[in-house]
C-alpha cells in the first residue's frame, strides 16, 4: 500500500467522478449539478500498476451554499477536522492532497480562500499538495495545454505555476462524444502517473 490520498475541492468539481475513473470498482455516488452529493468521506482502493495500490478518499464539496445538503461552514468543519485527525494519527494516515478544480468554470474568490486554506493545512503536516483541473472536454487543444494558456486563472486562484497538475476530463465515458472518450483513457492515465509519481512512498524508492 503505497499510502493515503484525499481528494478535496468545490461542490461539483468532479471529486466523485474522478475516483470512479480512478477505482472502476467504486460507485461513488455523483451529483446533478444541482445539489452537493458526497456528504461523508469514503475511502477506496486505487490500483496504481503493478503490486502497488492506494487509498483515495472522497470529500464532502465545499461551497454549497447555505441552501445545499451540507452548506458549506459544515462542510469546511468537517473537511479540517478530517484532514487534521488523518494528520495526527500515527503513523499518520494522509500521504498527498488532490485539489480539484472545474477548469471550465474559471476561478472564484473562495476557490483561492479554500487553496490557501487546505495547502497551509497540508504544509503543517509536510504533505503535498496537487491539482487536478476538470471539465475539459471543450478544449480544441492538448489537454495539458489549459495549465499554460490559464496562468490568470491559476494566481487568482493562489495556485503556484510550479505545482504538480494534471488536465483532465472525468466525465463519465459514456456521457462523452465517442470522438472525446480517448480523453478519458488520457486522463485516466495521467492521474494515476501523477498520483503515484508523488506519494512519498514512491519517491522515496
Ligand atoms: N462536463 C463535465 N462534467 C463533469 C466532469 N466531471 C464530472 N462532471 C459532472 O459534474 C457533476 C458533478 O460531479 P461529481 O463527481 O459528483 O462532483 P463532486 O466534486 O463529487 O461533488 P460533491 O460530491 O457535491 O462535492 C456530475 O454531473 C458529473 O457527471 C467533466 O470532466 N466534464
Ligand atoms: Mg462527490
Known amino acids: 500500500m503505497l499510502g493515503n490520498v484525499v481528494i478535496i475541492g468545490q461542490s461539483g468539481a468532479g471529486k466523485s467522478s474522478l475516483i470512479n475513473m480512478l477505482c472502476p470498482t467504486a460507485k461513488a455516488s ?17 490500483h496504481l500498476g503493478g503490486q502497488d495500490y ?12 447555505r441552501w445545499g445538503f451540507l452548506p458549506d461552514k459544515q462542510a469546511q468543519k468537517q473537511l479540517k477536522s478530517y484532514m487534521n485527525g488523518k ?10 492532497v ?9 476561478s472564484k474568490k473562495s476557490q483561492a480562500r479554500n487553496f490557501k486554506k487546505y495547502k497551509s493545512l497540508a504544509d503543517a503536516g509536510h504533505v503535498q499538495v496537487i491539482v487536478v483541473v476538470t471539465h475539459l472536454e471543450g478544449s480544441a487543444g492538448p489537454l495539458e495545454d489549459w ?3 490559464n496562468a490568470k486563472t491559476l494566481k487568482d486562484m493562489g495556485i503556484p505555476e510550479t505545482t ?3 488536465c483532465v476530463v472525468t466525465l463519465p465515458k459514456h456521457e462523452l462524444e465517442s470522438r472525446k ?4 483513457d488520457q486522463s485516466y ?17
Open 30 to 46: 455523483i451529483s446533478n449539478n444541482t445539489y452537493g452529493c458526497t456528504m461523508v468521506v469514503t475511502k477506496y482502493t486505487c
Open 54 to 65: 492506494c487509498q483515495v478518499h472522497d470529500t464532502v464539496g465545499l461551497e454549497e451554499g
Open 87 to 96: 494528520l495526527k494519527k500515527s503513523p499518520r494516515e494522509l500521504d498527498l
Open 98 to 106: 488532490v485539489y480539484c478544480i472545474p477548469g471550465a468554470r474559471g
Open 147 to 149: 495549465w499554460s494558456e
Open 164 to 166: 504538480k497538475h494534471a
Open 181 to 184: 472518450r480517448h480523453l478519458y
Open 189 to 205: 492515465e495521467a492521474v494515476k502517473a501523477l498520483i503515484r509519481n508523488n506519494l512519498p512512498s514512491t519517491r522515496r524508492r
